[in-house]
């Protein structure tokens, strides 16, 4: 035999509000002495209409007191309520009277207008902060552009308009690539500004591209930083060619202006008749010295070619202590010390960094030579580069300013190319080079970082050897 069996609908039990439980608590706090009252009352010696009158009287008060604590904890509450209600639609100018420390809600109340009043200052703050970004952003004479994590743009200054030749009501809402700026986006967070020649509807020319990013609601968004740097480009390029052509002329009119000199001499004295008795003497020294100024002169442009026409480097395994001591090797001037190292292989073009090599040892060397001193070579490892220093006991650097000008040089033969030559050699391994004066004792030294060659990469250029 089936039993079928009925769901039916469980009665919710009626529960009391707060504002029920909070009245009828003030009702079972006054019931004792009420009913003890009433009591008294009923079982004394008084008339029924004083009985009814006073028990009439003792309820009415009960349900007042109660009534009357009720609404006290209700209104505070509804107060409490209201300014917090406030403080969440974003209106920090609501206070809230009668609070004080003498009570528990009334401390309630005092903290909940301390917190209003420290959310309106910071409110404040980051209004005032946030129309200040915006004052820059307009009058900054930089293009800002952000863009969403779907690459639409969210934000644009007046630059930026400029740039695209349109308002922001129409860029706004439109990707990357309708604007022409996804190859601007190609660079990442952290990696230093790189200059584009690109045109725009608003103006074309060298520009330096930024990228980085900022959260939003949460939301990644990516910004890009475009500024026009084609004048000062050009004021770099203007000011190098002066410098260039400053050098230049030097040297031509230190080799010319003999040459001139002695070409008019000796063309008088051919053209004086009778000749003198020693003329051909004349004529032969005034030649030789046309020669050794032309010489000079010859030189002095091979150097400039090759400083022109430095070629890519073409790396290869190189192990740093061989090659050291081999260049130390060629020095026989003074006694090169190379300090024992542990032995390190970078990927190089091994020539080129020998000619770098020799030519901080042959400076070095010139410079011991004048006070007495030795030569020192160490090397190591420092994070993932190799720092090698070339250092001297010479009488020091007087003034660094004009080390890396081309054609300078305070050696009577000397080209003025070594360093700068030595420089682009470590810029084109990706190194750097500088050179200061020692802290301890007297002399220079010359720093030498490159980046070390990753383990995989330096076996297969071994293999590839």
């Excluded at 032995?343 to 040892?361: K, M, P, R, S, Y």
Aim: glycine share 8%; proline share 4%.
């Amino acid at each position: 035999m089936a039993y079928e069996t009925r769901h039916r609908p469980q009665r919710r039990k009626a529960r009391l509000n707060f504002e029920q439980r909070v009245f009828w608590l003030a009702m079972l706090a006054g019931l004792p002495g009420s009913a003890t009252a009433l009591i008294i009352i009923w079982t004394g010696s008084y008339s029924a209409r004083v009985q009814w009158t006073l028990t009439v009287f003792i309820v009415g008060f009960l349900l007042g007191c109660a009534g009357a604590l009720r609404g006290r904890v209700v209104r505070s509450l509804q107060t409490l309520s209201n300014l917090l209600a406030a403080l969440r639609e974003g209106d920090y100018s609501i206070r809230a009277r009668g609070g004080s420390h003498e009570d528990a809600l009334g401390e309630v109340v005092v903290e909940v207008n301390a917190l209003g009043e420290t959310l309106r200052e910071q409110r404040l703050g980051a209004m005032e902060a946030t129309a200040l970004v915006r004052t820059v952003m307009a009058e900054i004479d930089v293009a800002i552009f952000a863009f969403d994590a779907e690459g639409r743009l969210r934000l644009i200054n007046r630059a930026g308009e400029r740039l695209l030749d349109q308002p922001a009501e129409r860029l706004i809402g439109r990707n990357s690539e309708e604007l022409d700026l996804a190859d601007c986006l190609d660079a990442q967070e952290g990696d230093e500004a790189r200059t584009l020649q690109k045109s725009f509807p608003g103006g074309a020319g060298r520009w330096s591209v930024r990228c980085g990013t900022f959260r939003a609601q949460g939301v990644a968004h990516q910004l890009l930083v475009l500024s026009d740097v084609t004048r000062e480009l050009r004021e770099e390029e203007l000011d190098a060619w002066r410098r260039l052509v400053r050098v230049l002329g030097h040297e031509l009119n230190n080799s010319l202006t003999p040459i001139k000199s002695i070409a008019a001499s000796l063309e008088t004295l051919v053209a004086r008749e009778p000749h003198a008795p020693d003329w051909r003497e004349d004529m032969q020294r005034g030649l030789s010295i046309i020669g050794a100024r032309s010489e000079s002169l010859a030189r002095f442009m091979q150097a400039y070619a090759r400083l022109a026409r430095l070629p890519q480097p073409r790396c290869q395994p190189v192990e740093v202590s061989e090659l050291v001591r081999r260049v130390a090797a060629l020095e026989t001037r003074v006694q090169v010390e190379v300090a024992p190292a542990p032995q390190v292989v970078i990927a190089a073009d091994g020539d080129q960094l020998e000619q770098l090599l020799i030519n901080l040892i042959r400076n070095a060397a010139d410079a011991a030579l004048q006070t007495g001193g030795g030569v020192r070579v160490h090397w190591g490892r420092v994070n993932s580069h190799l720092d090698l220093s070339v250092e001297d006991e010479g009488p020091g650097l007087p003034n660094t300013s004009n080390l890396f000008v081309p054609f300078f040089t305070t050696k009577p033969g000397g080209t003025g190319i070594g360093l700068v030559l030595s420089r682009q050699i470590a810029e084109a391994h990706g190194g750097t080079l500088r050179l200061s004066n020692r802290r301890q004792g007297r002399g220079c030294v010359a720093r030498l970082t490159l980046p070390l060659a990753p383990q995989n990469k330096a076996q297969s250029l071994k293999s590839k050897a």
